[in-house]
């Protein structure tokens, strides 16, 4: 246990947080907010995955809180033993009833948003949170609506060349250089950066984690 977390805040024992993700907006929502998290990305392969489910039919939705469990529970398995608090989530757009994830390509990320810019999506994260100290767990995926502005051809070859819309779901992101083109948003904004920190708030309390356990205030 580091020494953060044997610091106690207002009568409440502190909780280490290890964030099942690489992602630096994810990881930056929680510092934002005053929780300094453990890194431990899962190896979870995506694709394996999201084909094991393609037979049962599953919404947006509920793919990205399949997949958001699943990196969840194989850094769960790794840390085995401790007592931290393990955060797990997963990012799909959800337009015109495809589920979009990161392109696989430039071309691809060039042709997705040829057509998305002027319309609209649902951005969907699933979030998985489990105390490894009790066993308990808890999880439910949020969606966000998304109203892209419209974009020049110049402007989304600019912007694919930065590399950007590659490590991003659905090909654009908020806290981003594609920021100018979101022209609104109907919902959570953190939710579209990857994670939604009232919903957070709310799944630790649901396990019995109060948030000043896991948060330091200056």
């Known amino acids: 246990m580091s020494e953060r977390s044997k610091v106690d805040q207002g009568g409440f024992g502190k909780r280490q947080v290890v964030l099942a993700s690489a992602s630096p907006a994810r990881r930056g929502l929680l510092r934002a907010a ?8 899962s190896n979870v392969d995506e694709d394996a995955v999201s084909n094991s489910a393609a037979g049962i039919d599953l919404g947006v939705p509920e793919l990205a809180q399949l ?3 699943s990196k969840c529970a194989d850094v769960a398995l790794k840390l085995a033993g401790s007592d931290a608090i393990v955060i797990g989530c997963d990012s799909i757009l959800e337009w015109e009833g495809s589920a979009l994830g990161k392109p696989e390509s430039a071309e691809v990320a060039t042709a997705r948003l040829r057509k998305m810019q002027g319309t609209s999506g649902v951005l969907h994260t699933g979030h998985a949170v489990r ?9 439910r995926a949020v969606g966000t ?6 974009m020049s051809d110049a402007h989304i070859d600019a912007y694919v ?30 939710n579209v950066i990857g ?24």
């Open 34 to 41: 005053g929780v300094e998290p453990l890194i431990q990305a």
């Open 67 to 69: 997949l958001a469990e």
């Open 131 to 139: 105390d490894l100290a009790t066993g308990r767990s808890v999880g």
């Open 145 to 150: 609506r998304v109203d892209f502005a419209p």
């Open 161 to 190: 060349r930065t590399g950007e819309p590659l490590a991003v779901a659905g090909s654009f992101t908020l806290d981003g250089l594609s920021s100018p083109f979101v022209a609104g948003i109907d919902g959570d904004p953190s």
């Open 195 to 218: 994670l939604s920190m009232p919903l957070l708030r709310e799944l630790l309390a649901e396990i019995g984690v109060d948030w000043l356990q896991v948060v330091e205030y200056a």
